[in-house]
């Protein structure tokens, strides 16, 4: 049993606000999450949440060198930063409200990492800029926004979706139960979760990537936010000129109880129990604990002083020296020189460098996309390209009707094509392996991909032709026939062709 | 205390998890648990429309008392509709009322709107859906399982879900929970398949295919139509015409009709060129699957040995696909 706390808590409004504003946000960019889909919530409201991220947006301008008119959404962020310091971070950041969810207060399993670590946020801050100036936004990856709506997409909301049916296909067996079952399938399908549950390509390494960040708290309480989150460290840098800043009365009687309480441990008994506005999430746990009234929040216009563990100007050499050496060593990257077979894009992506300098890997086309054909990428463009949209249509084909992803793309990464002009943009080239074909191997009249292929005029056309079987008898079949002008590479033949394991007609890269 | 609520809390979570697992094998001891290959069987017997084969003595009485088949020309769809299930008794020779009544158009794909002619015409599943709520029917649902694209943006695209709605019936995507793979007892090649249940159990199943051309199938009609009752519809290409017999063996809808309003008579099955279209105005009804397609091979200047599978179909009882010495009545509206 441990230690009773014998100290009265003050009950304090401002914590009990925290609390209620994290959990409304959180809900409503999750929800944001989950109705971004074909059909589903406007664009501009899919893409709110990721132009919400002045890192992201920042990163985008620099590499691609485009100025896109949302990305101006991030300035609440950074503005707002002028005035309430960090306070993103411990009011709304989704990925900070899990974090205090998932808080392990008894169960630290190291020590407390020094305090000169916090700069390792400013390191990874000014890598990932400079990286972006040189066209790289691979690292874009560590941007906390992206992480919400990428791990999400890519996995939480797939899991859930398992959970909910296995749980379901339980009861249906039972006969009382069976009609509510189906009847709330009804009303969860497709409004909440897809028709069939959605599966994504190395979905497992988003998976660890975020029980990892979550697990990181084991150590020390927001440890992310603390020492890893490179939108903080951005955040961080005007907050030292915050209005609303955490101030110290005469009267503090220097208990120490505010800093127990602190989650990001920015309260120094070392300095007077001051704190860092650049570290401070504004959470109102001090004010909580405080049993003076020592503590105000009120408006002074008054920078925060240098702190200790700044990056000091070798630090600040040697991350651009770092950014500088990754972006040299990716572009070495063998897989850049690999010809490249199933490098499909999504539709009317046309230079496949200028798209990796302006995705910015925030996977909301892999949540738009109804037939998840759109897969994180690893295997075809490498490190860099990690977790950038290629299409995989044995896995879903693209969509005749659909063009989603344009449309739903915050950085035009995807251009947002009209529908008729997506129709008209190749995404690949299907060709038939004669080897595993049906007509041929087989003998046998098929030609599901020829019913199949959406063109008008059908891309894919039919030939009859004579085999002689081994009796020595004349058999006519049926030959599908690609038509190199016609095809758009949508793979919708791949995706259904009944042969066994990798299709007979398969999409390869234009 | 906080090891022990801990234990407690295991212990409750198992129990409650082996409660979970084991509920099948409780409600499996209550009520005995129909074979699912029983299922069509019984609901096709209180039909009594099944089909020419098991159709008894007194079924067929009654069916002479109608026409075998009924053709309806005009350009108001609704009341083509109205007409010919009229002539062919009214929709209360299908159905009682407080009926669970299924209607199948063909919705394969979200493409393009109805004026393509690859799905069928919304105003005749929209009358439909009127004509069994009038009846008195307890609930009309409109489904298809779309190949290209989801049912959501089908159903919409095609124009079908905004006037099924606005007539009263609900459109159901339909749910994967629903699709429960069984043997087909009657099958000669498609032993095994997954077929949606509620289309079997269902008291009235109304099949509306569009009339189009199809590479495969050459024309695909009402017994073609039924492919979007089953889970992996592509496996059922190399052998296509037994299959597909296999698969009307049991998927039986009591009544079809053929949507000939506009006919796509080229590169279908998806079509996406006018050019293709061609506007027919032409329903056709019938309680017999087999005669409908036959009948309907005349919209593209064929005869039903164009269909091998409609000959099949016939020879293995499933209706008829000669024609001659039945009585066909046709009804011209705009005349």
């Known amino acids: 049993m441990p230690k009773t706390n014998t ?403 915050p950085v035009q990464a995807i251009p947002p094509l009209s529908l008729e002009d997506k129709r008209q943009s190749k995404v690949g080239h299907a060709y038939i392996d004669h080897n595993r074909c049906l007509a041929w191997s087989d003998h046998i009249n098929c030609i599901v991909c020829e019913e199949m292929c959406p063109i008008p005029q059908k891309a894919i056309t039919l030939e009859t032709g004579q085999f002689t079987l081994s009796d020595g008898s004349l058999i006519e079949v049926l030959l599908p026939v690609v038509d190199r002008e016609r095809c758009i590479g949508c793979g919708i033949c791949e995706n259904k062709c009944p042969v066994q394991g990798d299709s007979a007609i398969r999409v390869y890269t234009l | 205390m906080k090891d022990q609520s801990r234990r407690e809390f295991l212990r409750n979570l198992m129990l409650g998890a082996t409660t979970l697992a084991a509920q099948p094998i409780l409600a499996s001891c209550g009520v005995k648990p129909v074979p699912e290959t029983q299922v069509p069987t019984v609901t096709l017997a209180a039909t009594e429309l099944a089909s020419t084969e098991t159709a008894t003595e007194a079924a067929t009485e009654t069916q002479n008392q109608y026409p075998y088949l009924v053709v309806t020309r005009g350009s108001d769809a609704e009341q083509m509709v109205r007409q010919g299930m009229q002539a062919l008794g009214g929709m209360e020779r299908f159905m009682k009322s407080g009926a669970d009544v299924i209607i199948k158009p063909n919705i394969c794909v979200g493409y393009y709107s109805f004026e393509y002619a690859a799905t069928t015409n919304p105003w005749v599943v929209a009358a439909l859906v009127k004509m069994c709520l009038e009846s008195g029917a307890k609930r009309v649902r409109v489904m298809d399982y779309p190949f290209g694209g989801t049912g959501e943006q089908c159903y919409k695209i095609s124009g079908i879900a905004d006037l099924v709605t606005a007539a009263g019936g609900e459109m159901e995507v339909m749910s994967s929970l629903k699709f429960v793979e069984m043997d087909i007892p009657d099958a000669v090649r498609l032993k095994r398949a997954s077929i949606y249940q509620d289309v079997l159990t269902t008291d009235l199943l109304i099949n509306v295919p569009i009339a189009k051309n199809h590479g495969m199938a050459k024309l695909t009609l009402g017994l073609k139509n039924l492919m979007g009752t089953m889970l992996n519809r592509e496996s059922i290409h190399p052998s296509f015409e037994k299959n597909l017999v296999d698969l009307a063996t049991i998927v039986r809808p009591q009544l079809t009709i053929i949507d000939g309003i506009r006919t796509l008579m080229a590169n279908g099955p998806t079509g996406g060129n006018l050019d293709d279209v061609k506007i027919q105005n032409t329903l056709i009804f019938s309680h017999d699957i087999v005669a409908a397609d036959s009948y309907a091979t005349r919209l593209f200047g064929k005869t039903p040995e164009y269909l091998p599978y409609v000959i099949k179909a016939a020879e293995r009882g499933l209706g008829k696909a000669d024609l001659t010495g039945l009585n066909i009545k046709e009804i011209f509206l705009d005349a």
């Open chain 1, 7 to 409: 100290r009265q808590k003050r009950t304090d409004g401002w914590v009990i606000a925290r609390k209620i504003t994290q959990a409304i946000a959180f809900v409503i960019l999750f929800m944001a999450v989950v109705f971004s889909r074909q059909n589903g919530l406007p664009a501009d409201l899919a893409d709110f949440t990721i132009r919400l991220s002045p890192l992201a947006m920042l990163s985008q301008l620099l590499s691609s060198k485009t100025f896109l008119a949302g990305s101006t959404l991030s300035l609440i962020l950074l503005v707002s930063s002028l005035f309430f310091g960090r306070a993103w971070c411990g009011w709304l950041c989704p990925l900070g409200t899990i974090l205090d969810l998932f808080n392990f207060p008894k169960r630290k399993i190291a020590k407390q990492p020094p305090e000169s670590l916090r700069n390792l946020k400013y390191g990874l801050l000014i890598v990932i800029l400079l990286s972006a100036i040189f066209g790289n936004l691979t690292l874009l990856l560590f941007d906390p926004l992206t992480i919400f709506v990428r791990s999400t997409t890519l996995t939480i909301l797939p899991a859930l979706d398992r959970i909910i049916y296995a749980i379901e296909k339980l009861l249906i067996k039972i006969p009382l139960l069976a009609e509510p079952v189906f009847a709330f399938d009804a009303r969860l399908r497709p409004t909440f979760l897809p028709s069939t549950a959605p599966a994504y390509q190395y979905a497992f390494l988003v998976g660890l990537f975020f029980v990892a960040i979550i697990l990181l708290n084991l150590i020390a309480e927001r440890f992310w936010c603390r020492y890893l989150c490179p939108l903080g460290a951005l955040l961080g840098l005007p907050s030292r000129l915050a209005i609303f800043q955490r101030r110290i009365k005469a009267s503090c009687s220097t208990c120490g109880l505010c800093e127990n309480d602190c989650p990001t441990d920015t309260i120094n008994s070392q300095n007077n129990y001051q704190s860092d506005p650049a570290e401070c999430t504004l959470c109102m746990n001090c004010l909580r604990s405080c049993q003076k009234d020592s503590l105000s929040f009120s408006p002074k216009w008054q920078p925060a002083p240098h702190q200790a563990y700044d990056l000091n100007r070798r630090q600040f050499l040697s991350s651009v020296g770092i950014s500088i050496a990754s972006v040299a060593l990716l572009s070495t990257d063998w897989i850049k020189r690999k010809a490249k077979n199933f490098l499909l894009r999504p539709p009317g992506v046309v230079n496949e460098n200028e798209f990796l300098s302006t995705c910015i890997r925030c996977g909301v086309c892999f949540k738009v996309c109804p037939t998840q054909a759109l897969q994180p990428d690893f295997s075809e463009s490498g490190l860099e390209g990690a977790f950038t949209p290629i299409l995989v249509p044995r896995n879903g084909f693209c969509d005749f009707g659909c063009n989603a992803c344009g449309q739903n793309c």
